[in-house]
């Protein structure tokens, strides 16, 4: 049976973006797509994530500050949509899946040798078809070849004080890489990132590769929206935002302050953090901010060269 390919490089910069609303004519869809990829193109990254988004509102009975779109499948856009010199790492939602469909999902994600990362439901109150683990199993026997991430967050290592225990299990079941979710919060991702790299020390095993997600928000809706979602802002740093003469550019700095912090702190142990910038805004500022972001956060990893495509994934001689 063909191993899966586990050697992904010890950093990584990607930038991840939201495929168009399926509300979307087709013209508009193709035109999204190619200022999308003139854009991603130039960009200094190792790979382009893809998110595949759900409808969170059974986490939680606080009203959504945006109304959720959906949008047409992260895999379709991502090939068929998309021309980008990148590798790809494509969500997926397994809970409305069944087993045969998403074996089929991952069979041409494999084919395209690209990357995936399958996320569970949002809550326990949702009914699913397919359970997070059944479906790492589905994928480990079926898309053996498969380069699988899991979702890493900080807020559920807060309350719960288990995330690295989870990771490790994730890592048990097939996961080689891990993408977090949105970070304001230095401090828990912090405690995330030490209780996990002990853990890792105390059983003899390597720290596997995590990326720190950078989100820029361009609004005080923005913010509203980043607390529903279950992102932690320190409440100093939500003050600073709100009362921001530009909101935009102060979360800027401090998604850069907080990734330098993360970054110096990982090398004093030993481990390298990459990042994932997301661009999930159809506003222009916030998708140059986005940019603005990837290069200074290159520069924060002392990055002189972007990988090459089959160096990010681990599909070179």
């Known amino acids: 049976m063909p191993q899966r390919e586990d050697s992904w490089p010890p950093t990584l910069l990607t930038y991840g973006i939201t495929p168009p609303k399926t509300s979307f004519t087709e013209d508009k869809r193709r035109r999204v797509a190619a200022i999308q990829s003139q854009?991603?193109?130039?960009?200094?990254?190792?790979?382009?994530?893809?998110?595949?988004?759900?409808?969170e509102s059974s986490r939680t009975d606080v009203k959504r500050p945006f109304p959720f779109m959906q949008t047409i499948d992260p895999l379709?856009?991502?090939?068929?949509?998309?021309?980008?010199?990148?590798?790809?790492?494509?969500?997926?939602?397994v809970s409305g899946q069944d087993e045969t469909e998403l074996v089929d999902w991952l069979g041409r994600l494999e084919a395209q040798r690209g990357a995936c990362v399958l996320v569970g439901a949002p809550s326990r109150q949702q009914a699913v078809r397919l359970r997070l683990g059944d479906a790492y199993r589905l994928c480990k026997r079926a898309t053996p070849t498969l380069p699988l991430g899991g979702v890493l967050i900080a807020e559920r290592h807060a309350a719960h004080a288990s995330e690295d225990a989870r990771v490790l299990k994730k890592l048990d079941r097939g996961c080689s890489f891990f993408i977090s979710q949105a970070v304001y919060?230095?401090?828990?991702?912090?405690?995330?990132?030490?209780?996990?790299?002990?853990?890792?020390?105390?059983?003899?095993?390597?720290?596997?590769?995590?990326?720190?997600?950078?989100?820029?928000?361009?609004?005080?809706?923005?913010?509203?929206?980043?607390?529903?979602?279950?992102?932690?802002?320190?409440?100093?740093?939500?003050?600073?935002?709100?009362?921001?003469?530009?909101?935009?550019?102060t979360s800027v700095e401090a998604s850069l302050s907080t990734f330098a912090e993360l970054h110096a702190f990982a090398s004093t142990k030993g481990f390298a953090l990459g990042c994932n910038i997301e661009s999930v805004s159809t506003r222009k500022a916030e998708i140059e901010a986005s940019v603005e972001l990837v290069h200074r956060v290159a520069e924060i990893m002392g990055r002189a060269r972007s990988m090459t495509q089959d160096e990010v994934l681990g599909h070179g001689d």
Not at 42 to 54: C, G, K, N, S, T
């Open 39 to 55: 854009r991603i193109s130039a960009l200094p990254i190792d790979a382009l994530v893809v998110y595949d988004l759900q409808d």
């Open 76 to 93: 379709e856009y991502a090939f068929d949509y998309l021309d980008v010199p990148q590798r790809k790492i494509v969500y997926r939602s």
């Open 185 to 249: 919060s230095v401090t828990q991702s912090k405690n995330v990132l030490s209780d996990l790299h002990y853990r890792c020390l105390a059983e003899a095993r390597p720290m596997p590769p995590i990326l720190i997600t950078l989100t820029p928000c361009g609004s005080r809706k923005t913010l509203e929206f980043l607390a529903w979602l279950g992102i932690s802002v320190p409440r100093w740093l939500e003050n600073e935002l709100a009362h921001s003469h530009d909101i935009l550019e």
